[in-house]
Nanobody
C-alpha cells in the first residue's frame, strides 16, 4: 500500500536547524503536490509549505524566509529545510501527498516530532 515515511525530526535549540525528509512509495510521485503540515498540542493541523510537481512552492507566513521545501522526483522524496527554529515551531510535522487528479486519494505520513527548546 501507499506509504509516506517521514524522518529527521528531533530536539533542537532555538536558532538551530533541522531537515525533514519524506519518502513516498507506491504512488506516481510526479502526479502529486507534496506538502508539510504541522500540529502543535491543543491546536489544529496547519499547512507549513507545499510544492507542486513542477517545483512551485508556497509557505505559511510564519515560516517564510526560514523554511524551504524542495522535492526530488527521481527519489520520490520531499524535504523541508528548517532554519532559525523557534519554540513556536514545536509540533508534529506531517507529510501529505495531494493528487493532481481528483479521482485519486490523498495520503498522509505518520508524522515526526520536532521540539525546539533550550
Amino acid at each position: 500500500q501507499v506509504q509516506l515515511v517521514e524522518s529527521g525530526g528531533g530536539l533542537v535549540q532555538p536558532g538551530g536547524s533541522l531537515r525533514l525528509s519524506c519518502v513516498a512509495s507506491k504512488i506516481i510521485f510526479n502526479t502529486y503536490t507534496m506538502g508539510w503540515y504541522r500540529q502543535a498540542p491543543g491546536k489544529q493541523r496547519e499547512l507549513v509549505a507545499r510544492v507542486t510537481s513542477g517545483g512551485s512552492s508556497n509557505y505559511a507566513d510564519s515560516v517564510k524566509g526560514r523554511f524551504t521545501i524542495s522535492r526530488d522526483n527521481a527519489k520520490n522524496t520531499v524535504y523541508l529545510q528548517m532554519n532559525s527554529l523557534e519554540p513556536e515551531d514545536t509540533a508534529v510535522y506531517y507529510c501529505k501527498a495531494d493528487p493532481i487528479y481528483s479521482t485519486l486519494s490523498a495520503y498522509w505520513g505518520q508524522g515526526t516530532q520536532v521540539t525546539v527548546s533550550s
